[in-house]
T-cell receptor, first 115, second 116 residues
Framework: AQSVTQLGSHVSVSEGALVLLRCNYS??????LFWYVQYPNQGLQLLLK??????LVKGINGFEAEFKKSETSFHLTKPSAHMSDAAEYFC?????????????FGQGTTLQVKP | NAGVMQNPRHLVRRRGQEARLRCSPM?????VYWYRQLPEEGLKFMVY????????ESGMPKERFSAEFPKEGPSILRIQQVVRGDSAAYFC??????????????FGEGSWLTVV
């Protein structure tokens, strides 16, 4: 069965600092992995996804993530944090065959950006 | 191209009443998914539907919850005899037809249910 673990429920960085949000997955099949962002009282917006093409995936808003099979990780990074990046971030893996939208989500990481 | 549309955005119900949440998928999408987000928790899968069919309801509570996606009209998540523990954000998502590897699913803005 697939699962996702996000290390750190809260991460705080200064504006302009590196953002690193950690995600480890467990999957018995090649995984499809996603990062979503959720702003307060809003739905989820897709940041990026990994579907077994390039291991370094670039997303929107300057975010990127690297798939590392040996470490079963898919950490999200951004070189320089902006105040508008403050939100909750969810890592997810498709649970089951690759053709379903049955996503298994991590618990989420709240990113705080300090001025 | 309109996104996934959910209504109502906010719904308040008294204990014992019924809650109906509606979801219209993105144009051209024939697959609908419902997720629930409890306070301070991540999203949990509830049910996956195609037109007139429930494909996977492994995340649905056994009682009081039902979902449908009729041939015409939106998908509906129905909660009967609501209790305080049903208070949550309910998100609908949709995706294109089966066959696309690693389908991206698109989420609606959510419906926030408060049971008083």
């Amino acid at each position: 069965a697939q699962s996702v673990t996000q290390l750190g429920s809260h991460v705080s960085v200064s504006e302009g600092a590196l953002v690193l949000l950690r995600c480890n997955y467990s999957s018995s099949v090649p995984p499809y992995l996603f990062w979503y962002v959720q702003y307060p009282n809003q739905g989820l917006q897709l940041l990026l996804k990994y579907t077994s093409a390039a291991t370094l995936v670039k997303g929107i808003n300057g975010f990127e993530a690297e798939f590392k099979k040996s470490e079963t990780s898919f950490h999200l990074t951004k070189p320089s944090a902006h105040m508008s990046d403050a939100a909750e971030y969810f890592c997810a893996v498709i649970g089951g065959s690759g053709n379903t939208g049955k996503l298994i989500f991590g618990q989420g990481t709240t990113l705080q950006v300090k001025p | 191209n309109a996104g996934v549309m959910q209504n109502p955005r906010h719904l308040v119900r008294r204990r014992g009443q019924e809650a109906r949440l509606r979801c219209s998928p993105m144009k051209g999408h024939s697959h609908v998914y419902w997720y629930r987000q409890l306070p301070e928790e991540g999203l949990k899968f509830m049910v996956y539907l195609q037109k007139e069919n429930i494909i996977d309801e492994s995340g649905m509570p056994k009682e009081r919850f039902s979902a449908e996606f009729p041939k015409e009209g939106p998908s509906i998540l129905r909660i009967q005899q609501v209790v305080r523990g049903d208070s949550a954000a309910y998100f609908c998502a949709s995706s294109p037809r089966v066959g696309e590897t690693g389908n991206t699913i698109y989420f609606g803005e959510g419906s926030w249910l408060t049971v008083v």
